[in-house]
């Protein structure tokens, strides 16, 4: 069936090293693929999003390349920041029944 | 343009009792999503709305849980008896599928804590 697979976390970082979150997918048909954002103690944001192969989404200094040829949709970010702490969500969008697929995030830990 | 309005906040009941959470989308929102999170977890599809017909309640404890999205606008979902492990986030989101990448906008959740 269709699934989103992320790299486990936690990931800890030092402020302004360059992050890599790793998404893979495997789904039917086209999917949009999206990253989503959840601070602590509050619901979830849409990060940046792509619809089609080769895409770029990018929003905050996070971009993310939608690679059909792979199946993936990492995450990446050249700077992080304390404020960048969170758990970020991958995931697909399928465009036969709107049904969201998600991964099961990674927690990104920024130390000063 | 307003979000998706969940409430209550917070909830904390006692196992065995009932709850009812009520989740107001964005005007205009055809898809309606109602999802479980536990902490430390990626959110678990409940049931996914289309209008006020159902696209997907495979997930869904239907010997304890419950969703109805009248007039294909608002939506409550319940829990009768409620059991320990229910203790979770319940997020509701919307969306509207006019094309591809539509994506869904999320309500600040109900933490439903069941002692």
């Known amino acids: 069936g269709d699934s989103v697979t992320q790299m486990e976390g936690p990931v800890t970082l030092s402020e302004e090293a360059f992050l890599t979150i790793n998404c893979t997918y495997t789904?039917?048909?086209?999917?949009?693929l999206f990253w989503y954002v959840q601070y602590p103690g509050e619901g979830l944001q849409l990060l940046l999003k792509?619809?089609?192969a080769d895409d770029k989404g990018s929003n905050k200094g996070f971009e993310a390349t939608y690679r059909k040829e792979t199946t993936s949709f990492h995450l990446e970010k050249g700077s992080v920041q304390v404020s960048d702490s969170a758990v970020y969500f991958c995931a697909l969008l399928m465009d036969s029944n709107y049904q969201l697929i998600w991964g099961a995030g990674t927690k990104l830990i920024i130390k000063p | 343009e307003a979000g998706v309005a969940q409430s209550p906040r917070y909830k904390i009941i006692e196992k065995r009792q009932s709850v009812a959470f009520w989740c107001n989308p964005i005007s205009g929102h055809a898809t309606l999503y109602w999802y479980q999170q536990i902490l430390g977890q990626g959110p678990k599809l409940l049931i996914q709305?289309?209008?006020?017909?159902?696209?997907?309640d495979s997930q869904l404890p239907k010997d304890r849980f419950s969703a109805e999205r009248l007039k294909g606008v608002d939506s409550t979902l319940k829990i009768q008896p409620a059991k320990l492990e229910d203790s979770a986030v319940y997020l509701c989101?919307?969306?509207?599928?006019?094309?591809?990448?539509?994506?869904?906008?999320f309500g600040q959740g109900t933490r439903l804590t069941v002692v």
């Open positions: 989101a919307s969306s509207s599928p006019a094309g591809l990448g539509t994506e869904a906008f």
């Open positions: 789904a039917t048909g086209y999917p949009s």
């Open positions: 709305f289309q209008n006020n017909g159902v696209v997907d």
């Open positions: 792509a619809t089609k």
